[in-house]
């Protein structure tokens, strides 16, 4: 008798010192905002509408895996530790039995998912786990939903999953895809994704001329629209950069943060586009945060003068990471400044457009209010431009700096052509001030800088000195040859004949590789003379180069290649970076 009271009393101890922990994560659980309490089997199960039961027999369950009880949540903590004195009898006695003759009999359990409910057996469990035990032996009745749970199931996802539930009853899409996930990790998504698929459903109807059933559009909206951009979300490693979010998260942040761009930006945003958005708010390391904050630095003291622009070959890699390899070049950039002279941009733009299926972006940044009557004029000799043209198109006119707003909206486009009305003086202060200069030093994407002259761009001119740039400058003469059939022409100016010509055989080895045929020529002395040159003597209707070599301050103080020809050539010329 004096045996088994001690044994008794040990157990009332440890039942105090399971109690005492419970009070403690109760306690910080409240701090963090963090649920602790055991859901309410009755309730889970009216959310998700059950819809029968199985009898599974005996089982080994994990205990992390209980997350609820039938009438005794109130009772413990979520991993079952005691919250109320009143069972401290019925839990010791209970303690004392896994240590007798008779053991414990398995308790009973609800299974929902990967998740269970005590049916029978709270205090073995909240024992067991006080043991150390990670399973223990259960009655299992399995009961159907059509939402499976989790064991990180809590009150607020549960709200999600009934939400998800009523999602799927309005389009049975479980029904048609067995597999379907479109978990959520916040309250209130579905009723956004139903949006989605009611707009969708719209257009499918005019599209189709006739009604279309909400199930119907749901599917098409799921294979068509949703799951290729959630493919190409997870492809490219994009879900890593958010932890705790779901594909169908992302799909949802993504469709925000495209309307919002959308509303800035006055234009519609590709898909591809906004993937690459949301690439780039994922992209957070502590490198870009110090180029950001050196670049926050030089625009405020020194207007943006100074900054080196993206890392060689960002745009190459965003864009093969996203688009077609046979359609680079989706949207285009005009700048437009409304003189006279301005206009040849526009017209050769429009020749791109046209040769790409591209859409066509014009921007008229201004420091001033423009008058209704100089808006208008602006819109409609746009508008003559491409009246006869099925290019889709924008004119946004709006305030602002000019290099900053150019560089800001390239991100979302793939090529920037502009009039090329002021380029870089030749002298230190000239460069300094040029506008130009600072837009080819800090734009993002391919600038074609065009005079007052619209070529066909059928015969290119590479300018190709194996520098990063120039390799940039390469891959994008290969694509021109292969989808505009331009022919090339390859030209390396170097003092020493033998380093031009092996420039040359760099080249010829790309090219050759990507059966992409050209001529090719070797030239010493001035840089920028041989180009002009060359290009004159071979017939070519544009130049392809590379962006400037040198970081920015060298570049005011030395000069450039490209900033000699900027002044000088008569023909449009592809600055690539």
Known sequence: MNQYL????????????????????????????????????????????????????????????????????????????????????????????????????????????????????????????????????????????????????????????????????????????????LSVSVAGQYRILLEHIEVHRYYMGIEQKREVHLEEAAADWYENYYLPIVKRISELGILRSYPNRTPTDLYLFMSEHRAELEKRLGWELRTEKAILALMDKAQNNLLERFQDFFEKIDTHLFGGKFSGGPPVGEWRHRTIAVASPSALIQDILVPIDGEEGGWFAVQQARKVAERENASLRAIHVLENHLSEPETNHLQENFENILQDSSIPHDLVILKGDIADTICDRSRYIDLVVMNVRYPPGPQPLDRLVSGFRELVQRCPRPILATPQVVSPLTRGLLAFNGSPKAQEALFLSVYFAKKWSISLTVLSVDEKESQAQKYLNIARKQLTYRQVTAEYVRRTGSVSEAILSTASAYGSDFIIVGGYGYAPLIQVLRGSVVDELLRSSPIPILICR
């Not at 306690?27 to 599974?56: C, H, N, S, Y």
């Open 6 to 181: 001690e044994s008794y009393s040990a157990a009332i101890n440890e039942f105090h010192r399971a109690r005492n922990q419970a009070q403690l994560k109760v306690l910080l659980a409240r701090l963090k905002g963090e649920p602790t309490d055991l859901l309410d089997f009755e309730e889970v199960r009216k959310r998700l509408k059950a819809q029968g039961m199985i009898e599974r027999g005996i089982k080994q369950i994990p205990l992390n895996a209980i997350v609820g009880s039938l009438g005794r949540y109130h009772d413990f903590t979520r991993d079952f530790l005691p919250k109320q004195d009143h069972i401290k009898d019925r839990w010791a006695r209970v303690r004392l039995a896994f240590t007798g003759l008779s053991g414990i009999p398995p308790i009973e359990v609800y299974q929902i998912g990967e998740v269970y409910f005590v049916k029978d057996g709270n205090h073995r469990v909240s024992v067991a786990r006080q043991l150390g035990a990670t399973h223990i032996q259960a009655y299992v009745t399995e009961v159907k939903t059509r939402i499976p749970l989790t064991p990180d199931i809590n009150p607020e996802s549960l709200i999600i999953k009934e939400e998800y539930l009523e999602f799927l009853e309005k389009t049975r899409l479980d029904f048609r895809y067995p597999e379907i996930d």
